[in-house]
């Protein structure tokens, strides 16, 4: 595991957001596939815009935890909303638990039906054994959760790498057909969608909206930095990490985008892997991206919530009865979210999941989207 010690905390931070976007859903492909390809050439612009504007709302409310010192969503959401806390406080609890419930539960589903795809053994085993790891490295907290984040980052940057970069080399040809065919406004097998730009606009800024709850979780790794142009930073290393991640998945994908099997697929990376190079060796390799992606994206929301809950009780405690319970109310309060999720997953709602994407989107939308915005514009002047 990367020795946090010798990383550099803006570092770890944008590990963290990388591996909240960058779960089971991306590493399939499927994501990518939905709100961006499907809508033709404008994939290759409009991850621009939606990496920029989170990286811009993370900045924006990561600094104002820093300086106000919110180390979860609810201090944070009750500091930052002032009067209107009762309102927009309590919408975003809401809203948090949609997150919890769609993100966190496909994460399980996501890695389950991997792993029992690999191994064969029963599928609620599966979950079960992706359950335990988020349990674990949920229990011990942020600084675990973000050399966790690090870590994962790296295999999987790495493991995409090794995937994307011979294939993409190799079906160079099949990809510029693609674009080629794309610029004169075709759209992939499979698609519903004409390539007008307002459509693909629109699906951009709801992928955009459905992840920025996730910014809750973000919160509690504020708390060790030592000075606020690490947030800056942060945001930056956030900013390009993320757009090359999704920029080289879409510019692989789209040597399948008018194949005629993509249509039948639940999993476009793996069809892009089997028509490539080295399918024997890297189908295993995306499989495994898959399963990290899917811990990885389940442990970051699971630790939030937790952290959140730790520090509603410990808020009226002295220091001494803090440490003293601190690992057993963690343990619990892991323990209940790891189960909600892992009850959700078994349903196999993989569909409805999906359509809850968009719902969440309209419900942060709502719950943080607005509240940002507004203080953007008529706030007070932030303190320094």
Known sequence: MINKNKMPLAVGVAFVAFTTQFGGGFASGAQIYQYFINYGIWALILPFLTQ????????????????????DYRTFSDSFNGKSSIIFSNLYEICYLILIATATSAAFATGGS???????????????????FIFVIAL?????????????????????????????????????????QMAAGAVPVGSKETGAFGAALWSAILYFLFQLPSI?????????????????????????????????????????????????????????????VGASVLTPIISILIILGSVSTGVNMIAGIVARCV?????????????????????????????????????????????????????????????FIVRMIFGRKEKA
Request: a positive charge; one cysteine or more.
């Open 52 to 71: 920029f504007l989170l990286a811009f709302f993370f900045w924006y409310g990561l600094r104002y935890a820093y300086r106000n010192k919110c180390y």
């Open 114 to 132: 991997t792993l029992n795809t690999l191994l064969g053994i029963p599928y609620w085993l599966c979950t079960l054994i992706v359950g335990a």
């Open 140 to 180: 011990y907290g942020t600084q675990i959760v973000r050399k966790c984040a690090a870590t994962l980052s790296v295999l999987i940057i790495i493991g995409l790498v090794i995937v994307l970069v011979p294939n993409i080399i190799v079906q160079w040809g099949t990809i510029s057909d693609s674009i080629g």
């Open 216 to 276: 809750g979780l973000m919160y509690q790794h504020t708390e060790p930095l030592t000075e606020e142009k690490q947030v800056t930073k942060a945001a930056i290393y956030m900013f390009i990490v993320n757009t090359a991640a999704m920029l080289l998945s879409i510019v692989g994908l789209l040597a399948i985008a008018f194949n005629a099997e993509l249509g039948n697929v639940s999993v476009p990376m793996l069809l892009f892997v089997q028509n490539g």
């Open 311 to 371: 520090n509603g009780l410990e808020k009226n405690m002295d220091e001494e009865k803090k440490a003293s319970g601190h690992m057993v109310r963690s343990a619990v309060f892991s323990l209940i979210f790891t189960l909600i999720a892992f009850g959700i997953a078994q349903f196999g709602l993989m569909a409805v999941i999906k359509k809850g994407y968009a719902y969440l989107g309209y419900a942060g939308f709502i719950a943080v989207g607005i509240p």
